[in-house]
């Protein structure tokens, strides 16, 4: 078989070290976790592991801090005595080392200090570059070199600590604002001393924790400093590439990889930290080649929603990397490398960039209090929650409170199972069921397979990565299942067919919007992406997700859009980085927003509404589109209700959600079956 990927799967040696090919999995979820919520440590270990067995060449835990002090870091609430090499918590980070390397990957364990913005608890205080108080009321001392000294001899100490444990190197994080970043970026280092000023006396303290670190690390092992091109701000005094590449040839050959990223954690989606689907794939290549190009003995990884071999391959081969890393993909497919080197990278689940999985901060400027959403502590606590985070839209077999595919309950009898509709949910159904030794039969009353999202992803650009998602699964169906597309099954050929497990798949319609005179005026949301619209101007009822992404997809096709909600908050049921990058692209379009409109009735082209204060006000347009929700499309299920059947209603037709909902209620259910 031919190597389609040459430069991607190409060998390289470092300290020693050969590695398999170009390809690592970065840090994803804190690695002390598994401290703090000791009940998810095993599939925390899994995560890496299925990297490594997936055919990574290095696989790095997420961050851990260099010290339990001025440098914590968020959840660290178990301290980590690293001078310890033996005993408990020496064995349970250990055992990352253990998990990673059994099946022939490098393994990295990533550490970090925030410097000014660490999670300190009392009776510390952070330390950063310049001194002041932090918007929390934190005071910020000013690093001198005494305390120089100290963190250098943290990184040191933990550099022995990994050795010991069986790390093959560490990646120490320096980007996404944290403490060498500080250092590094004129916006936060305004010192006067040989520590500030030009770029050389700001590198200075980033080279001696460097040097600290070899020292503790030894010889032959790999560090790999993962560092931000830039602050990503549209600031005077913000780290510039340029900055950034005059530092990387002052610490050149101190780091073994250049680990490209860009951003602040803080403001992770608006810096490029976490790129979105309105972001280009390889976001960080230009970046990362500009940084090779200054770099004589240091190599450069890149990372930046790479989703696919074909991009990582093409940023080797152009030389602006020697390395890709993989972030939130890991996540979607740790087989990402194996299905590359296989000839099956056609059947690689590849990341949408959805958010699900990490949601990120509260950065943009509309955002509330949590409370004021009316969230419950115990909603807060679990949305926020490390346990949360990692659950893919697209990769059932994610998530830490899962039980892992291999773990769940064995078939006791083999069911034959119908199967109703053919969108996402009806074939993850399907995969799973077939997967576990059923006879799957999928009716799919269009000719394609897909539902909904087929529709949304071939009329809107942005939406590709949602259309090869669909491709892989239906690839994967019918590689496993008998399929019949292009055919409605009534309720009568379905009780014929007298399946052991009959699966209802239809999906959702437009939510009717109680007594709201005229409402027969208004066209279903789903309706602008297969109608061309030739319209000037539009009128959405709704404002969530829908409504938003809609009024975009149709404001770049010319229309001039304005959003009509109930509410006095936009995509409320949105959070972080997903929310910021959806209002971000809105604002830039010039999207229209009227607040607490409360719809008295609708004639063809106008919405009359009632505001506070009994204030009435008309609303025209030349289409009215209706956005105020979904509910399930049942009927077919109704109809069967008595039929006798063993029968289950999935993704929408059971509750109208998100992408993520249909594929992992639909793996629930057929794991569920014939157990």
């Known amino acids: 078989m031919e190597n389609q990927y040459p430069h991607l799967l190409n060998p390289l040696v470092i300290r020693g070290h050969t590695l398999r090919n170009r390809i690592e999995f970065g840090p994803t979820l804190f690695a002390h976790a598994i401290f703090t919520i000791p009940e998810i440590r095993e599939n925390v270990y899994r995560m890496v592991e299925d990297r490594a067995k997936g055919g990574a060449a290095i ?53 970090c200090h925030e410097g000014a913005y660490a999670n300190v608890k009392p009776p510390y205080s952070p330390w950063g570059p310049d001194a002041f108080i932090r918007e929390d009321g934190q005071n910020v001392h000013s690093f001198d070199r005494k305390m120089m000294r100290k963190v250098c001899r943290d990184f040191r100490l933990f550099g022995s600590f990994a050795a010991a444990a069986g790390f093959d190197g560490v990646l120490l994080h320096g980007g996404h604002g944290f403490l060498l970043q500080q250092f590094v970026s004129p916006r936060t280092n305004h010192r006067t001393d040989r520590y500030g000023g030009s770029v050389k006396n700001r590198s200075r303290f980033p080279a001696m924790i460097l040097k600290a670190l070899r020292k503790g690390l030894g010889p032959d092992k790999i560090i790999e400093l993962r560092f931000s091109a830039t602050d990503g701000l549209n600031e005077p005094d913000a780290l510039t590439i340029e900055d950034t590449m005059a530092f990387a040839r002052e610490i050149d050959g101190l780091a073994d990889i250049f680990h490209v990223s860009n951003g602040l954690k803080s403001r992770g989606n608006s810096t490029g930290t976490f790129s979105s689907h309105y972001d280009p794939h390889g976001l960080n290549a230009d970046y990362a080649a500009k940084i090779r190009s200054v770099l004589k003995h240091t190599l450069v990884s890149v990372i930046g929603g790479i989703n696919s071999p074909e991009l990582g391959e093409e940023i080797i081969s152009a030389g602006k990397a020697d390395l890709i890393a993989l972030g939130r993909q ?82 006791l009898k083999k069911n034959r199972i119908l199967i109703i509709g053919g969108g996402p949910a009806g074939m993850q159904a399907a995969i799973t069921s077939s997967k576990r030794g059923h006879e799957v039969t999928l009716i799919e009353k269009q000719e394609k397979l897909g539902g909904t999202v087929r529709l949304f992803a071939e009329a809107d650009t942005l939406k590709k990565d949602y259309l090869d998602f669909l491709a ?14 292009g055919f409605a099954a009534s309720a009568e ?12 798949a239809t999906g959702s319609r437009c939510m009717d919007p109680d007594r709201l005179a005229g409402a027969e005026n208004l066209t279903d949301i789903r309706s602008a992406y297969s109608d061309k619209p030739s319209c000037k101007s539009v009128l959405i009822l709704g404002g969530g997700l829908s409504a938003c992404e809609t009024a975009v997809f149709l404001a770049d096709r010319g229309c001039r859009v304005t959003l009509l909600l109930r509410s006095r908050y936009l995509a409320r049921d949105l959070f972080g980085s997903e929310r910021n990058a959806l209002l971000t692209q809105m604002e830039k379009r010039n999207i229209g927003l009227v607040f607490e409109a409360h719809f008295r009735a609708v004639d063809p082209g106008t919405v009359h509404c009632v505001f506070p204060g009994d204030i009435e006000q008309a609303f025209h347009a030349d289409i009215l589109y209706n956005a105020m929700g979904s509910r399930p499309e049942d009927s077919l299920y109704r109809d069967l209700i008595l039929s006798g059947l063993k029968l289950y209603t999935i993704g929408d037709s059971s509750r109208p959600s998100g992408i993520a909902d249909a594929i992992h209620g639909a793996y629930a259910r057929a794991v569920s079956i014939g157990v």
């Open 330 to 411: 890991g996540f979607a497919d740790p087989d990402f490398v194996s299905k590359t080197a296989c000839g099956q990278a056609d059947l690689i689940r590849r990341c949408v960039r959805c958010f699900h999985c990490y949601p990120g901060a509260a950065e943009h400027p509309s955002d509330v209090d949590w409370n004021e959403r009316g969230l419950t502590p115990d909603v807060i606590s679990r949305i926020l929650s490390p346990a949360s985070m990692g659950i893919c839209s697209l990769n059932p077999d994610s998530g830490f409170g899962r039980v892992p595919y291999d773990h769940l309950p064995p078939v």
């Open 472 to 485: 892989v699964l239906e690839k994967e169906t019918r590689a496993s299942s008998r399929v019949i597309t």
């Open 493 to 504: 050929w379905i009780s014929d067919f007298a399946a052991d497990v009959t699966l209802i």
């Open 59 to 111: 696989v790095s835990t997420g961050e851990i801090c260099v010290n339990f002090e001025e440098g914590i870091a968020a959840f660290a609430d178990h301290p980590v005595d690293y001078s310890e090499t033996s005993g408990e918590d020496f064995e349970i980070l250990a055992e990352y080392a253990r998990r990673i390397k059994k099946h022939g990957a490098a393994a990295l364990i990533e550490v």
